[in-house]
């Protein structure tokens, strides 16, 4: 069974950094692209950031782009959104899931909060 549990959210001031992660497991970590998500009050989920598997391919929106970095561990089938730079539009909760810029498994995690307000 798919497992995906996002952690290391918070309520950060603007200008802030924190460190997502999301522990991935009942797949092929190492073989298979991630992906971060987000989703504010009212809005549909976005895409943020793509890693490939081998982490020699990345993508990012261009909302985040030169403020956010992705990374992956394939030992600890991990996946990490290092966000830095923070604006209060980066307020959402973040998800992630397998796949290069698109999902792949429908049962999502239970995501983790960013609030990013003074």
């Known amino acids: 069974q798919v497992q995906l549990v996002e952690s290391g959210g918070g309520l950060v001031q603007p200008g802030g950094s924190l460190r997502l992660s999301c522990a991935a497991s009942?797949?092929?970590?190492?073989?298979?692209?991630m992906s971060w998500y987000r989703q504010a009050p009212g809005k549909e989920r976005d895409l943020v950031a793509s890693i490939g598997s081998l982490s020699y391919m990345r993508h990012f929106s261009d909302s985040v782009k030169g403020r956010f970095t992705i990374s992956r561990d394939n030992v600890k089938n991990t996946v990490y959104l290092q966000m830095n730079s923070l604006k209060p539009e980066d307020t959402a909760v973040y998800y992630c899931?397998?796949?290069?810029?698109?999902?792949?498994?429908?049962?999502w995690g239970q995501g983790t909060q960013v609030t990013v307000s003074s």
């Open positions: 009942g797949f092929t970590f190492s073989s298979s692209a």
């Open positions: 899931n397998a796949g290069w810029k698109t999902y792949v498994y429908e049962n």
